[in-house]
């Protein structure tokens, strides 16, 4: 039976830039999914996204007037909403996650769920979540030791097994 959306779990993985957010958010998924489980993601862009494409029905639905376009096909649906305010993400969890076991999320560097930070060495000096008490795990290729798990950023198996222990029960799916 599908978890309510306020008892889904939330897992941000979160970083400086380019230090391969979406590339982690990208191995953990399927990894997950191999396991039983159904993933929901949020991404986080501080500077605005466009899904509506000039000349697009959707677009000129808004240009009418719209303030909420839903885009649906048999595979798929998009909902195009106009916001008065940034939402976080108990509030984007309560009004549009559902039947999903977890949701990950990358962008949201200040929140207070559980975060996997994600560590290049050679980009950036120190991590980001160093005083956060919702670290949960560092990723990388030369995390440094600060009292949370650390990882290879390859080592999907191991991330995912502390994802599972910790927040899925223990590995039962659904």
């Not at 993601?41 to 501080?46: A, F």
Request: glycine content about 8%; hydrophobic content about 35%.
């Amino acid at each position: 039976m599908a978890k309510e959306s306020r008892k889904i779990p939330v897992i941000s993985i979160v970083g400086k830039s380019d230090t391969g957010k979406t590339t982690l958010i990208e191995k953990i998924i399927p990894e997950l999914t191999r396991r039983g489980y159904r993933v929901a993601t949020v991404k986080h862009d501080v500077h605005g996204f466009e899904i509506d494409h000039k000349g697009k029905d959707s677009w000129r639905h808004k240009q009418a007037g719209s303030c909420l376009t839903v885009l649906s096909s048999p595979w798929q649906i998009a909902v195009v909403k106009d916001v008065a305010k940034d939402h976080d993400i108990a509030e984007l969890r309560e009004m549009y996650i559902r039947d999903v076991d977890i949701i990950l999320t990358e962008g949201y560097k200040r929140n207070d769920h559980p975060k996997i930070e994600v560590f290049r060495a050679d980009r950036h000096g120190d991590i980001l979540s160093r005083n956060d008490e919702n670290l949960l795990a560092v990723a990388g290729d030369k995390p440094p030791q600060i009292g949370v798990p650390c990882f290879d950023g390859n080592d999907i198996t191991a991330i995912v097994n502390l994802i599972e222990a910790k927040f899925l029960n223990g590995g039962a799916p659904h």
